[in-house]
């Protein structure tokens, strides 16, 4: 009974300017809109007498609806295991409203149409930092500058990364980074990439660590993925010429023991020094390109068939041997859930997913709620030298206090003290390369506390969330006013239950009924091993079970014959064992064992019957609950409305 009224209150709280009202309950109006939605979300059966069926839920709505104002009338809402629970709530859900919705769906749209494609692509890095390891952006500058003079008067690129660039890795790829897809670079390279014309040269990008600038030398139908096997043949760091040379001898030996037929997960197993892979016999995940460095993954990709074994080639790491076990193409289709669940798993590990914040700064902007305060700015970086620092606090310093406003979001204004606790813990970049500038800190600060401002007040921002919070406010309050008013008074009246069992014994009685065993059993192998032990004697049950109290659960008490797991028509007799009743949703099984059989209605003792009067006795309260109620709050429904929506 109580799932069936709390579905009456489930309904989302809308306005709707031209909407008719349908009823009134005291001073509250509800419209046809807001009960039309809330009886098709609860209303799931399909009837025929539709009239009827929104007339009866109509009753179930207003008594909720009475209730639930109630329940506000003497401030439930306030009570403190209310007011926790749904704190606890609003935290556990917001953040599922904190991110863009439209974003999801539009970056995994982006990203499946660049992984249909593979792009080869070169690399020039100009490091901030001089060769001391010291920050020394005036050098970067001039670097910056000569290679772009360059590349504009027509020198090949990859001459000059070789010539400018600071990647460490151009020495052995000449700036050629191979090809790369979607997910294989940071998105904001991934970005510049995908952007720039096939071969033309992108943008120049400035990241935290210095200048980048990318070509696209070409493209191709994506690869899609490759499962081989290796054999690494490592070279020690320091390593001389001869021995070298030896494991080059190495190297070709494996390779000619493998085309004589010599299985390749035994000697991977015996000579590999990638010990990961060694251990499965040489097997490496999966591979996409761009994961690997060109001259291994040009090896990969030239292998003609599965089975097909390369040739020993030299990489940084050392000499490899590897074996194509198979070839997966792309996905091209766009809807395959599969490859769509896959997407949005990397989606939501990359950092492209942290934009997905970014619209609660316009949204907050849009609505006039941020303001900035004018103020020094040489003041403020005063202070924050001081403050950050340590340094002796300049004059300027001294024009703004910790109480100085910087901007205000609503009615919240931040200061200039607010913004120093901040950065005392945010001042840093999370890479280690040391302080943040203070224009960076303050903006980052600025757009948490919009993030802050935005959760603290949902409800003003999203309608969903609105309407769940609402939801859940009132279903709690519901049931908060249920207990009190219902189901605790029906428990506690014991006169009451035992004058409604005298005056109505002939309500009380069990129909054709049995004393049975039922056995509740984890899983369809269980319960078909009890059952075979039951069958042959069905009286040591007891004995039978022992041992499996993790497995099975027995209830031993009088049942009808409908409640009975799996008796159906039968007549039951006294020694019966029914056939366990598997449950398809999870394998769980149940079946009972028959001791004594009832042919005839029987009186129910009053313990026997207390359940049942319970609830008669709750219809009764509540009923005469609702009419007090509907004194309270009049309510008057227009029946040209309800006509209306009942067509």
Same mark, same amino acid.
């Given at each position: 009974?109580?799932?069936?009224?709390?579905?009456?209150?489930?309904?989302?709280?809308?306005?709707?300017?031209?909407?008719?009202?349908?009823f009134?309950?005291?001073?509250?109006?509800?419209?046809?809109?807001?009960?039309?939605k809330?009886?098709?979300?609860?209303?799931?059966?399909?009837?025929?007498?539709?009239?009827?069926?929104?007339?009866?839920?109509?009753?179930?709505?207003?008594?909720?609806?009475?209730?639930?104002?109630?329940?506000?009338?003497?401030?439930?809402?306030t009570?403190?295991q209310?007011?926790?629970?749904?704190?606890?709530?609003?935290?556990?859900?917001a953040?599922?409203?904190?991110t #863009?919705?439209?974003i999801?769906?539009?970056? !995994?749209?982006?990203?499946?149409?660049? !992984?249909?494609?593979d792009?080869?692509?070169?690399?020039?890095?100009?490091?901030?930092?001089?060769?001391?390891?010291?920050?020394d952006?005036?050098?970067?500058?001039?670097?910056?500058?000569?290679?772009?003079?360059?590349?504009?008067?027509?020198?090949?690129?990859?001459t000059?990364?070789?010539?400018?660039?600071?990647?460490p890795?151009?020495?052995?790829?000449?700036? #050629?980074?191979?090809?790369?897809?979607?997910?294989?670079?940071?998105?904001?390279?991934?970005?510049?990439?995908?952007?720039?014309?096939?071969g033309?040269?992108?943008?120049?990008?400035?990241?935290?660590?210095?200048f980048h600038?990318?070509?696209?030398?070409g493209?191709?139908k994506?690869?899609?993925k490759?499962?081989?096997?290796q054999?690494?043949?490592? %070279?020690?760091p320091?390593?001389?010429?001869?021995?070298?040379?030896q494991?080059?001898?190495?190297?070709?030996?494996?390779?000619?023991?493998?085309?004589?037929?010599?299985?390749? !997960?035994?000697?991977?197993?015996?000579?590999?020094?990638d010990?990961?892979?060694?251990?499965?016999?040489?097997?490496?995940?999966?591979?996409?390109?761009?994961?690997?460095?060109?001259?291994?993954?040009?090896?990969?990709? =030239?292998?003609?068939? #599965?089975?097909?074994?390369?040739?020993p080639?030299?990489?940084?790491?050392?000499?490899?041997?590897?074996?194509?076990?198979?070839r997966?193409?792309?996905?091209?289709?766009?809807?395959?859930?599969?490859?769509?669940?896959?997407i949005?798993?990397?989606?939501m590990?990359?950092?492209?997913?942290?934009?997905?914040?970014?619209?609660?700064?316009?949204?907050?902007?849009?609505?006039?709620?941020?303001?900035?305060?004018?103020?020094?700015?040489?003041a403020?970086w005063?202070?924050?030298?001081?403050m950050?620092?340590?340094?002796?606090?300049?004059?300027?310093?001294?024009?703004? =206090?910790?109480?100085?406003?910087?901007?205000?979001?609503?009615?919240?204004?931040?200061?200039?003290?607010?913004?120093?606790?901040?950065?005392?813990?945010?001042r840093?970049?999370?890479?280690?390369?040391?302080?943040?500038?203070?224009?960076?800190v303050?903006?980052?600060?600025?757009?948490s506390?919009?993030?802050d401002?935005y959760?603290?007040?949902?409800?003003?921002?999203?309608?969903?969330?609105?309407?769940?919070m609402?939801?859940?406010? #009132?279903?709690?309050?519901?049931?908060?006013?249920?207990q009190?008013?219902?189901?605790?008074?029906?428990?506690?009246?014991?006169?009451?239950?035992?004058e409604?069992?005298?005056?109505?014994?002939?309500?009380?009685?069990?129909?054709?009924?049995?004393?049975?065993?039922?056995?509740?059993?984890?899983?369809?192998?269980?319960?078909?091993?009890?059952?075979?032990?039951?069958?042959?004697?069905?009286?040591?049950?007891?004995?039978? %079970? %022992?041992?499996? =109290?993790?497995?099975?659960?027995?209830d031993?008490?009088?049942?009808?014959?409908?409640?009975?797991?799996?008796?159906?028509?039968?007549?039951?007799?006294?020694?019966?064992?029914?056939?366990?009743? %598997?449950?398809?949703?999870?394998?769980?099984a149940?079946?009972?064992?028959?001791?004594?059989?009832?042919?005839?209605?029987i009186?129910?003792?009053?313990?026997?019957?207390?359940?049942?009067?319970?609830?008669?006795?709750?219809t009764?309260?509540?009923?005469?609950?609702?009419e007090?109620?509907?004194?309270?709050?009049?309510?008057v429904?227009?029946?040209?409305v309800?006509?209306?929506?009942s067509?």
């Amino acid at each position: 009974m109580k799932k069936i009224i709390f579905a009456a209150i489930t309904c989302c709280v809308m306005s709707a300017a031209s909407s008719q009202t349908l009823f009134t309950y005291g001073n509250q109006t509800v419209d046809a809109k807001e009960f039309l939605k809330a009886y098709k979300k609860n209303n799931t059966a399909t009837t025929t007498n539709k009239a009827k069926s929104i007339s009866d839920y109509l009753d179930l709505y207003i008594s909720s609806r009475l209730k639930v104002r109630e329940a506000y009338e003497r401030r439930y809402d306030t009570l403190p295991q209310v007011a926790n629970e749904i704190k606890n709530l609003r935290a556990q859900i917001a953040d599922n409203y904190m991110t #863009d919705p439209t974003i999801m769906d539009r970056l !995994s749209k982006e990203a499946f149409q660049r !992984s249909q494609k593979d792009i080869h692509v070169a690399h020039i890095f100009i490091s901030f930092k001089n060769s001391y390891g010291a920050v020394d952006t005036a050098t970067a500058w001039q670097k910056k500058e000569a290679a772009l003079k360059q590349l504009n008067d027509g020198t090949d690129f990859l001459t000059v990364a070789q010539q400018y660039s600071d990647d460490p890795a151009v020495k052995t790829n000449k700036g #050629d980074l191979g090809f790369i897809t979607a997910f294989t670079l940071p998105y904001e390279f991934e970005n510049l990439v995908f952007n720039t014309a096939v071969g033309k040269h992108s943008a120049l990008y400035r990241s935290k660590a210095g200048f980048h600038l990318f070509k696209n030398l070409g493209e191709r139908k994506a690869a899609g993925k490759i499962k081989v096997q290796q054999i690494l043949l490592a %070279i020690p760091p320091g390593s001389d010429e001869p021995s070298k040379k030896q494991i080059s001898l190495l190297a070709d030996s494996i390779y000619k023991r493998l085309l004589a037929g010599s299985d390749f !997960s035994t000697l991977a197993t015996q000579f590999s020094n990638d010990y990961v892979s060694a251990a499965t016999g040489g097997n490496i995940p999966d591979i996409s390109v761009g994961q690997y460095e060109p001259a291994f993954e040009n090896m990969l990709w =030239s292998l003609p068939k #599965d089975g097909a074994i390369g040739k020993p080639f030299l990489t940084s790491h050392g000499w490899h041997i590897v074996k194509r076990v198979s070839r997966k193409p792309i996905v091209t289709d766009e809807q395959n859930k599969a490859n769509l669940k896959d997407i949005e798993q990397k989606i939501m590990a990359d950092k492209r997913w942290k934009t997905s914040t970014d619209f609660i700064y316009e949204r907050i902007n849009s609505r006039g709620l941020y303001k900035k305060h004018s103020f020094n700015n040489d003041a403020l970086w005063a202070v924050a030298d001081s403050m950050f620092n340590f340094q002796p606090m300049r004059e300027t310093g001294k024009l703004i =206090s910790e109480t100085t406003p910087l901007f205000s979001i609503g009615d919240s204004a931040y200061t200039v003290g607010n913004w120093i606790g901040y950065g005392r813990t945010n001042r840093f970049n999370e890479d280690g390369s040391g302080a943040k500038a203070h224009i960076q800190v303050l903006d980052e600060y600025q757009k948490s506390a919009m993030k802050d401002y935005y959760r603290n007040h949902l409800e003003d921002f999203n309608a969903d969330f609105k309407e769940q919070m609402t939801e859940f406010t #009132d279903g709690n309050l519901f049931f908060e006013i249920m207990q009190r008013e219902v189901w605790d008074k029906a428990q506690s009246d014991s006169t009451a239950l035992l004058e409604m069992y005298s005056k109505n014994k002939k309500n009380y009685t069990w129909k054709q009924s049995a004393d049975a065993v039922v056995f509740f059993c984890s899983d369809q192998i269980v319960a078909t091993n009890i059952y075979k032990e039951l069958k042959k004697t069905p009286a040591d049950w007891r004995k039978i %079970i %022992i041992g499996l =109290s993790e497995k099975v659960v027995t209830d031993s008490s009088k049942y009808t014959w409908d409640q009975i797991p799996n008796l159906g028509t039968t007549i039951p007799k006294a020694g019966m064992v029914t056939a366990p009743l %598997i449950n398809t949703n999870d394998n769980t099984a149940s079946f009972a064992y028959i001791v004594n059989v009832y042919l005839q209605p029987i009186q129910r003792t009053f313990a026997e019957a207390r359940g049942l009067i319970v609830n008669d006795y709750q219809t009764i309260i509540e009923k005469q609950w609702d009419e007090a109620l509907k004194k309270k709050y009049p309510v008057v429904i227009d029946k040209k409305v309800l006509s209306d929506i009942s067509k």
